[in-house]
């Protein structure tokens, strides 16, 4: 059983930036691949990034690639999210997600675990 904790949300103004933290239990972080996923009022949610269990290789949603950057500390079994140049579209709960055997994955369902969720509001 893995827990997901966010933390890092917040209100910023369009052109700021936020780092999203998702810290983790559990002793097998490393054989994880971990994502942030989005959902913005009155939609569905929507894949942001993911990394790879080493960290070597990260993915990108056409909406954020350029703005946003995703790493991860596998010796403090955190990930997180650097969000920059922020947009008020970007307004959304962020939810961290980890697929445990798993290389990386975009998909939603690959995922089984997930964090509460962080909000972020970005005003114009």
């Known amino acids: 059983q893995v827990q997901l904790v966010e933390s890092g949300g917040g209100l910023v103004q369009a052109g700021g930036s936020l780092r999203l933290s998702c810290a983790t239990s559990?002793?097998?972080?490393?054989?994880?691949?971990m994502a942030w996923f989005r959902q913005g009022p009155g939609k569905e949610r929507l894949f942001v990034a993911a990394?790879?269990?080493?960290?070597?290789?990260?993915y990108y949603a056409a909406s954020v690639k350029g703005r946003f950057t995703i790493s991860r500390d596998n010796v403090k079994n955190t990930v997180y999210l650097q969000m920059s140049s922020l947009k008020p579209e970007d307004t959304a709960v962020y939810y961290c997600?980890?697929?445990?055997?798993?290389?990386?994955?975009?998909?939603?369902?690959?995922?089984?675990?997930w964090g509460q969720g962080t909000q972020v509001t970005v005003s114009s």
């Open positions: 997600a980890a697929a445990q055997g798993t290389y990386y994955s975009t998909q939603e369902s690959t995922y089984r675990y």
């Open positions: 559990g002793r097998t972080f490393s054989t994880y691949a």
């Open positions: 990394i790879s269990w080493g960290g070597g290789d990260t």
